[in-house]
């Protein structure tokens, strides 16, 4: 049974840094795909990031403030979020799937961020960011 927790939510300024964690347990990380997603009051769920062994991929929103990783001996993703915007407020979601699944545009491909491609979800860490 796959299980997916995340931690490390909280309040913080503009302009500062917070980390997030997904810890997993009979999940493999192998060459799947993992993901964080989130999801702001009145809006629908929207990826962030994701990564494969050989590459991640960021929303436009998110691009040079936001690094995602993953620590395999430790099974556990991360989200490092540097220069927070009160726009960054929201639910994030840790996201695995059961696969590689990766998405291309004009060829070139690179980890998904298509929320059905994704078959185990935690149940979310709350980020607040006030100005």
């Known amino acids: 049974q796959v299980q997916l927790m995340e931690s490390g939510g909280g309040s913080v300024q503009a302009g500062e840094s917070l980390r997030v964690s997904c810890a997993t347990s009979?999940?493999?990380?192998?060459?799947?795909?993992m993901a964080w997603f989130r999801q702001a009051p009145g809006k629908e769920r929207e990826g962030v990031a994701s990564?494969?062994?050989?590459?991640?991929a960021y929303a436009d929103s998110v691009k040079g403030r936001f690094t995602i990783s993953k620590d395999n001996a430790k099974n556990t993703l991360y989200l490092q979020m540097n220069s927070l915007k009160p726009e960054d407020t929201a639910m994030y979601y840790c996201?695995?799937?059961?696969?590689?699944?990766?998405?291309?545009?004009?060829?070139?491909?690179?980890?998904?961020?298509?929320?059905?491609?994704?078959?185990?979800w935690g149940q979310g860490t709350q980020v607040t960011v006030s100005s």
């Open positions: 996201a695995a799937a059961a696969g590689l699944r990766t998405f291309c545009r004009g060829g070139v491909c690179g980890p998904s961020l298509k929320e059905t491609d994704f078959d185990y």
């Open positions: 009979g999940y493999t990380f192998g060459r799947n795909t």
């Open positions: 990564i494969t062994p050989a590459n991640t």
